[in-house]
């Protein structure tokens, strides 16, 4: 399975940006997949995750009420919608599948896409 992600940019506080990552070498159906991010001089952290079924959807509390994971398995493509970004949202976005029910564990994803970078001005 690769993954690649798109969709980040500049963006001012307050507005919206929708990543997308598409799989391929192999069929999203059985997979959780999640995004990550990871800011200037910390660690990667975990932002949404949707189990294969869409049965369970979990965030940070960090971006609960701002963000919407969602998926087309068929295209073999998750999305991360991002509403009312905050400057603290700035990060290199990255997408992974993992052959898992749930997980919000960074070690529990075996694929990764090469990310995708968000910036956010005040």
């Known amino acids: 399975v690769q993954l690649q992600a798109s969709g980040g940019g500049l963006v001012q506080a307050g507005n919206s940006l929708k990543l997308t990552c598409a799989g391929s070498?192999?069929?999203?159906?059985?997979?959780?997949l999640a995004w990550f991010r990871q800011a200037p001089g910390k660690e990667r952290e975990f932002v949404a995750a949707?189990?294969?079924?869409?049965?369970?959807?979990g965030y940070a509390d960090s971006v609960k009420g701002r963000f919407t994971i969602s998926r087309d398995n068929a295209l073999n493509t998750v999305y991360l919608q991002m509403n009312d970004l905050k400057p603290e949202d700035t990060a290199v976005y990255y997408c992974?599948?993992?052959?898992?029910?749930?997980?919000?564990?960074?070690?529990?994803?075996?694929?990764w896409g090469q990310g995708t970078l968000v910036t956010v001005s005040s």
């Open positions: 949707r189990t294969w079924s869409g049965g369970r959807t």
């Open positions: 992974a599948a993992g052959l898992i029910s749930y997980s919000e564990t960074l070690t529990a994803y075996n694929y």
């Open positions: 070498g192999g069929l999203f159906s059985n997979y959780c």
